[in-house]
T-cell receptor, first 118, second 114 residues
Framework: AQKITQTQPGMFVQEKEAVTLDCTYD???????LFWYKQPSSGEMIFLIY??????QNATEGRYSLNFQKARKSANLVISASQLGDSAMYFC???????????????FGKGTTLSVSS | DVKVTQSSRYLVKRTGEKVFLECVQDMDHENMFWYRQDPGLGLRLIYFSYDVKMKEKGDIPEGYSVSREKKERFSLILESASTNQTSMYLC???FGQGVYYEQYFGPGTRLTVT
């Protein structure tokens, strides 16, 4: 079963509008972290926002906010006032509690391509 | 600023060649990771290392090996490259084992095996 599910392969939005990118996750750990990354066409992965499973409030970073609904196991990214430069692929990722000294790596979803038009 | 560098942005190799992809980080991070990215599949973990000479298999280790002789350097090795290993390879590093540590990524190496 997939640990991270992003059901929207592509999303289209006009400049200055808000857009929500969906992400659901699957874990039985009580402690975990959720991350969103942006990947422009140049290829680099840019960290956007983090939400911890015990955080009481939804994370916000500038125009990015994370709509965290723990009971539904969803961690949707909301981008307010979209800009042309927001056109990119967006990945949701999760890190679970390490079981050993080895630790754990981020588990990624398949990504959503966002296209912003003027 | 954390910097993760990869030895090549683009690489073209022939089937059967031994291929080395190098990754270096400059922030004394304990953990280093290799992912491959393919369209429609997202990022899949190949191997990671949590200390010098220590490694763990990821989801798709077949056909790959890794080496970490120094803390700052993590190498991915394709022992005998095949066309199905044509992909984008991303290296990353992170500081500790807590769930809150983000991973910092290199610019990626786009490998083509012909």
């Amino acid at each position: 079963a997939q640990k991270i599910t992003q059901t929207q392969p592509g999303m289209f939005v006009q400049e200055k509008e808000a857009v929500t990118l969906d992400c659901t996750y699957d874990t039985s750990d009580p402690s975990y972290g959720l991350f969103w990354y942006k990947q422009p066409s140049s290829g680099e992965m840019i960290f956007l926002i983090y939400q911890g499973s015990y955080d009481q409030q939804n994370a916000t970073e500038g125009r990015y906010s994370l709509n965290f609904q723990k009971a539904r196991k969803s961690a949707n990214l909301v981008i307010s006032a979209s800009q042309l430069g927001d056109s990119a692929m967006y990945f949701c990722a999760m890190r679970e509690t390490p079981r050993s000294q080895a630790g754990t790596a981020l588990i990624f979803g398949k990504g959503t391509t966002l296209s912003v038009s003027s | 600023d954390v910097k993760v560098t990869q030895s090549s942005r683009y690489l073209v190799k022939r089937t059967g060649e031994k291929v080395f992809l190098e990754c270096v980080q400059d922030m004394d991070h304990e953990n280093m990771f290799w992912y491959r990215q393919d369209p429609g599949l997202g990022l899949r973990l190949i191997y990671f290392s949590y200390d010098v000479k220590m490694k763990e298999k990821g989801d798709i280790p077949e056909g790959y090996s890794v080496s970490r002789e120094k803390k700052e350097r993590f190498s991915l090795i394709l022992e005998s490259a095949s066309t199905n290993q044509t992909s984008m390879y991303l290296c990353a590093s992170s500081f500790g084992q807590g769930v809150y540590y983000e991973q910092y990524f290199g610019p990626g190496t786009r490998l083509t095996v012909t």
